[in-house]
């Protein structure tokens, strides 16, 4: 099979249809491949069959044809997906996750007998508040970035596939060093996500009435990931606890400096503090 994928040589499996899987399952029907699924929600099954996004179950999977396999799971349920395809992984030309975690993901890997040269992390920088396959969109990831890491054995052409892969979803890539990526995304995605939360836990605590909420359009922007899945963040915060915490620690530091700031009613301090924050968000975001 040649690095770059044509629907003639290559099937797809997805484990997980939720809100990233079946976009992908979308996008990659709408570009005429193959892909076979399941989720543990059959209604989630039964629709990506209804809209034509997969063609069937990995029990349908052609043995005698090169296999790709992706899997969009809670990063607790990796391991239990490893043991029982094992057979699938170990035969995929190349096997990918969409974890927001990879510590965990890793450690699983190593301690199940799976044969690695062929697996390729990804993270697609990508997604909505709102979850599960019927939020899901075949553009989802056009013109989004998707970090793309490799463990010690993966092979060239095991990466060199996962581009072709996020490429034709629409994506654009950017490599890191997998033992950055757990400290790197507590604080760019992990940690606005716990600000978000705690933000509208304190405004619920105040018990006012929603009329009195005078929030304009910068509280809703702010806080709209704080409607995120739930059991999904449960699962991301517990299974990165060893570098989120950090992040709270720096976000503190700062907090607690722009506090003395407006307590002092240095103006020049709050002034500069604002303008540095601003011309960074400017030039970087």
């Not at 069959?49 to 607790?76: M, R």
């Not at 040269?117 to 979850?131: C, I, L, Q, R, T």
Request: charged residues 25%; proline residues 1%; aromatic residues 8%.
């Amino acid at each position: 099979m040649q690095d770059q994928l044509k629907s003639e040589d290559v099937q797809f499996g997805i484990i997980g249809l939720g809100l990233i899987g079946g976009s992908i399952a979308k996008s990659l029907s709408a570009n005429k491949f193959e892909v076979f699924a399941e989720d543990s929600n059959q209604s989630y099954f039964d629709a990506a069959i209804k809209d034509s996004a997969i063609v069937g179950s990995l029990d349908e999977i052609n043995t005698s044809k090169d296999l790709i396999l992706i899997i969009c799971v809670p990063v607790s349920a990796h391991e239990s997906v490893f043991l029982k395809h094992l057979n699938l992984l170990n035969e995929a030309k190349l096997v990918t996750d969409c974890s927001s975690v990879k510590n965990s993901v890793l450690n699983d890997l190593n301690k199940n007998g799976l044969k690695r040269d062929n697996y390729v992390f990804s993270h697609p920088m990508a997604g909505s508040e709102k979850s599960g396959y019927l939020n899901s969109n075949e553009k989802l990831f056009e013109d989004k970035t998707c970090i793309l890491m490799t463990g010690e054995e993966t092979q060239e052409s095991s990466l060199r596939l996962c581009e072709s892969l996020w490429q034709i979803l629409g994506s654009k890539i950017s490599l890191l060093d997998l033992k950055d990526h757990d400290s790197l995304l507590a604080l760019t995605s992990h940690l606005p996500h716990l600000i978000s939360f705690s933000l509208i836990s304190t405004l619920a605590e105040l018990k006012l009435d929603s009329n009195k909420i005078f929030s304009g359009g910068g509280l809703k922007d702010f806080t709209r990931i704080a409607s995120s899945d739930v059991k999904m963040w449960k699962d991301i915060f517990s299974n990165n606890s060893e570098n989120i915490p950090d992040a709270i620690d720096k976000f503190i530091e700062k907090i607690t400096l722009f506090k003395n700031y407006i307590v002092e009613k240095d103006l020049e301090s709050i002034e500069n503090f604002i303008e540095n924050a601003k011309n960074f968000r400017d030039e970087n975001l």
